[in-house]
């Protein structure tokens, strides 16, 4: 088992072990950084193959936060928690309380959220044991709960933004985008694109919600096998990772990839991959930040729901400023999305330098 040679180490400042024989919890929380705020990012319980797989999901998804937190403006670092076990099987709330002691003794290093495998009502109860917790959702709460909808707002701007830059048009009219994934987000997102004219090629392994989509939104529904290759002006990816690969990227028909999942490329040779085939790829954690504005803005208070919506709204410009410094630097965006975040955490890290050395 490693951890610094793990290949996605990547300079973590903490990576902590936590198991309770009495629940069965077994967890690790990764801090990659902390240098523009306490470390931010959700728990996913997962049934991992071993543990190594653990460790390097656990460490991928810590600087993945760091990097999409620096680029939202927010003033997080970037961390994770992974709990090991099967959500369906080894959950309990005596584990989630475990869990829960373990981000507080973390003393607000770190602060927890919904991923997969963890829903609201099971941060709830970890939340008897820890203030350093959002997405919760409170009842009467000004801002903050279900981050979903405005995760899928984002991705609805920042495509605008990206068929804007691509194709030229300012409106959706008539526009094919191709939804993979009809769950929390992509529904909302489907919902967004159908108001504002957009023709809807929709696929997902449950077939329930490809119907509803279908009958709400008059989408055409495709197999899963079918999706990434539809011929539309847009791909957005809302279900897995990895699905932008050297294998699916010669077959794509789309010139726009603008969607929520998080970790699209499968390796970030990728990014070159559609540079080349000339595809605008608007990085995953650029587009997908709506939910992070919102559980921060849920978690850090002073700010109302049309700040809110304002932040989102600036995912907008952030992707034009991006896709701008990608052309005229002639590299793939998601490398010069890499290179802007840590900038950010760089004059961070030298603020805070000047002010310990004062
Ligand atoms: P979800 O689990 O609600 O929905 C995912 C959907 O994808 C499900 O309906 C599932 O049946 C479908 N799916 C799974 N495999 C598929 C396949 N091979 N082909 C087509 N459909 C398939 O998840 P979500 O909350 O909607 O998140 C979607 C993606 O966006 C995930 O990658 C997630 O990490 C990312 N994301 C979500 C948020 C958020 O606020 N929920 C924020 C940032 C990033």
């Known amino acids: 088992m490693t951890v610094q040679t793990s290949p996605f180490f990547a300079d973590h400042e903490q990576v902590v072990f936590f198991s309770d024989s009495a629940t069965g919890l077994r967890a690790i929380i990764a801090i990659h950084s902390t240098v523009l705020g306490p470390a931010a990012g959700g728990c996913r319980m997962w049934n991992y193959a071993d543990e190594q797989s653990a460790i390097d999901d656990v460490l991928r998804l810590s600087r993945g936060m760091s990097?999409?937190?620096?680029?939202?403006?927010?003033?997080?670092?970037?961390?994770?928690?992974?709990?090991?076990?099967?959500?369906?099987r080894h959950k309990s709330e005596a584990l989630l309380e475990a869990f829960g002691r373990a981000v507080d003794s973390l003393a607000g290093r770190y602060v927890t959220a919904e991923d997969v495998g963890i829903t609201v009502a099971d941060m709830t109860v970890a939340?008897?044991?820890?203030?350093?917790?959002s997405g919760l959702g409170k009842t009467?709460?000004?801002?903050?709960?279900?981050?979903?909808?405005?995760t899928a707002q984002g991705v609805f701007v920042g495509l605008q933004a990206a068929v804007?830059?691509?194709?030229?048009?300012?409106?959706?009219?008539?526009?094919?985008?191709?939804?993979q994934g009809l769950g929390n987000v992509g529904y909302h997102l489907c919902r967004n694109l159908h108001q504002a004219g957009a023709r809807?090629?929709?696929?997902?392994?449950?077939?329930?919600?490809?119907?509803?989509?279908?009958?709400?939104?008059?989408?055409?529904?495709?197999?899963?096998?079918?999706?990434?290759?539809?011929?539309?002006?847009v791909?957005?990816?809302?279900?897995?990772?990895?699905?932008?690969?050297?294998r699916t990227i010669p077959q794509i028909r789309a010139s726009v990839v603008a969607g929520a999942a998080n970790n699209q490329l499968a390796e970030d040779a990728d990014g070159a991959r559609l540079q080349a085939r000339g595809i605008l790829y608007a990085p995953d954690y650029v587009i997908n930040a709506g939910g992070i504005i919102s559980v921060a803005a849920e978690y850090l208070g002073g700010k109302s729901e049309s700040d809110v919506e304002r932040d989102i709204t600036r995912i907008h410009d952030r992707l034009v400023d991006l896709f701008a410094r990608a052309k005229s630097?002639?590299?793939?965006?998601?490398?010069?999305?890499?290179?802007?975040?840590?900038?950010?955490?760089?004059?961070?890290?030298?603020?805070?330098?000047?002010?310990?050395?004062?």
Do not use: H, Q
Not at 67 to 88: E, H, S
Not at 140 to 150: H, I, L, Q, T
């Open 127 to 133: 939340a008897r044991r820890t203030r350093y917790i």
């Open 67 to 88: 990097y999409k937190n620096a680029m939202a403006d927010l003033p997080l670092g970037g961390g994770k928690a992974v709990i090991l076990g099967d959500p369906r």
């Open 164 to 179: 804007a830059a691509r194709l030229d048009r300012s409106d959706l009219e008539g526009l094919g985008v191709a939804v």
């Open 200 to 233: 809807l090629v929709v696929a997902d392994v449950d077939e329930g919600r490809v119907a509803r989509v279908c009958d709400e939104f008059g989408a055409t529904g495709v197999s899963v096998d079918e999706i990434l290759f539809a011929d539309v002006d």
């Open 140 to 150: 009467g709460a000004s801002v903050g709960g279900d981050p979903s909808p405005k």
């Open 235 to 246: 791909l957005a990816p809302c279900a897995l990772g990895g699905v932008l690969n050297a």
């Open 329 to 358: 630097e002639g590299k793939p965006t998601n490398v010069v999305a890499d290179a802007m975040a840590e900038e950010r955490m760089r004059r961070a890290a030298d603020r805070a330098g000047r002010v310990r050395a004062a």
